[in-house]
């Protein structure tokens, strides 16, 4: 009987004891899993801080520059890689038509106005509307939020400044027509290049749109004077430094970094009529295979602080009305922006048209 009650009390303290490390058990599941979800909750704060994946670009833009910002954005977003093809304004919305069913691309950086409003007609632009986007000008942005102006370029003369001065040069648009000017100027090929699609248009413009002959002829009158059409930027700043010719039509922004920048020979001559003022701008692709982190580039790229350095850096010309002038660079300062009217709308809907004209009908006819 004494044995018996031994082993009972035995019995009885084995199961209190394997009651206490069951408890003991629960207790740090429970610790575990409530540690987990923390871990869990934490990677999810982090995915949502630290956006991944990746970005495709196509840029008209200065590929030094283009590659200057984004490694300033990867400091940002490591994990966002981020790739880019430079081409032209016009390239782009060609290779964006072409890519529509299936979007390759997810940020155009560097379109002109007339080719982003065709892109945006064409449904080939994503809707949204950035935090910038009050700090805008209603003119230089779709109304209903598919592309935003980034930066102004006036068109200007471009001359070589070992062969001509600003006072020796052609003061005006007209003064290009002198027969003294014959072999003299240089143009970038017009059809490939937004920027000389949009000075030949606006000069069609500037003529009368009531009649298009007068625009056509000028532009005729323009081809004698011209002594070549060069294929690309490049091979136009080289004619041009090696005296091949000593004037070119071209835009500001490109003229002063070359000028302050490089050992390029050139300067620009403001005409006295006003210059077309290009908006060049950005635009986020629609149907974007990375939608977010083409938004996450376009509020990277219009933040002040950017927007101050690419001026200061770049030579650019910002569309934020916002930025305090005081931290902007002495060239800024003198500008005087004069302009003539151009109805961009009807500019956009007829380039097309009138630079395929000008290719059949006028271009090397002049002579």
């Not at 209603?138 to 939020?145: I, P, R, T, V, W």
């Not at 240089?186 to 298009?212: E, F, H, K, P």
């Not at 490049?234 to 000593?246: D, P, V």
């Not at 009529?273 to 990277?300: M, Q, R, T, Y």
Request: hydrophobic share 40%.
């Amino acid at each position: 009987m004494k044995k018996t009650r031994i082993l009972g009390f035995f019995l009885v303290l084995m199961l209190i004891i394997l009651a206490a490390c069951s408890s003991d058990n629960n207790k740090n599941s429970t610790k575990d899993a409530t540690d987990s979800d923390k871990a869990s909750n934490s990677e999810k704060v982090d995915v949502k801080a630290s956006p991944s994946g990746k970005l495709v670009i196509y840029t008209g833009r200065d590929e030094e520059m283009v590659q200057k910002v984004i490694d300033q954005f990867n400091e940002k977003y490591p994990d966002i890689k981020v790739e880019f093809l430079t081409m032209g304004a016009q390239q782009i919305l060609e290779r964006l038509r072409g890519e529509k069913a299936n979007p390759q691309a997810d940020f155009w950086w560097g379109g002109t106005q007339s080719a982003l409003i065709v892109g945006a007609n064409e449904d080939l632009l994503q809707a949204w509307t950035p935090s910038f986007n009050g700090s805008i000008d209603a003119a230089h942005k779709d109304e209903k939020g598919r592309w935003f102006g980034e930066m102004l370029l006036p068109e200007v003369i471009m001359i070589n400044r070992d062969l001509l001065t600003k006072e020796t040069g052609p003061q005006d648009w007209d003064d290009l027509l002198d027969p003294k000017w014959k072999n003299q100027i240089l143009i970038r090929g017009v059809l490939a290049s937004g920027t000389m699609r949009t000075i030949y248009s606006s000069m069609i413009v500037r003529q009368g749109v009531d009649s298009l002959d007068k625009g056509y002829d000028w532009l005729l009158k323009l081809d004698a004077n011209t002594k070549e059409y060069t294929q690309d930027p490049n091979a136009l700043y080289l004619k041009l430094t090696r005296q091949e010719g000593s004037i070119s039509l071209w835009n500001l922004q490109d003229i002063l970094l070359k000028k302050f920048t490089t050992d390029y020979p050139f300067d620009y001559i403001y005409p006295k009529s006003g210059a077309p003022i290009l908006v060049d701008g950005v635009a986020v692709v629609n149907n974007a295979k990375n939608l977010e982190n083409a938004k996450l580039f376009v509020e990277f790229l219009f933040e002040k602080d950017m927007v101050t350095q690419l001026a200061n850096d770049y030579y650019q010309i910002p569309t934020r009305t916002d930025i305090d002038k005081t931290t902007m660079p002495d060239w800024y300062q003198e500008l005087d922006l004069k302009t003539f009217d151009i109805d961009w709308q009807l500019m956009s809907e007829k380039e097309a048209e009138w630079m395929e004209y000008w290719d059949n009908n006028i271009k090397g006819r002049g002579k």
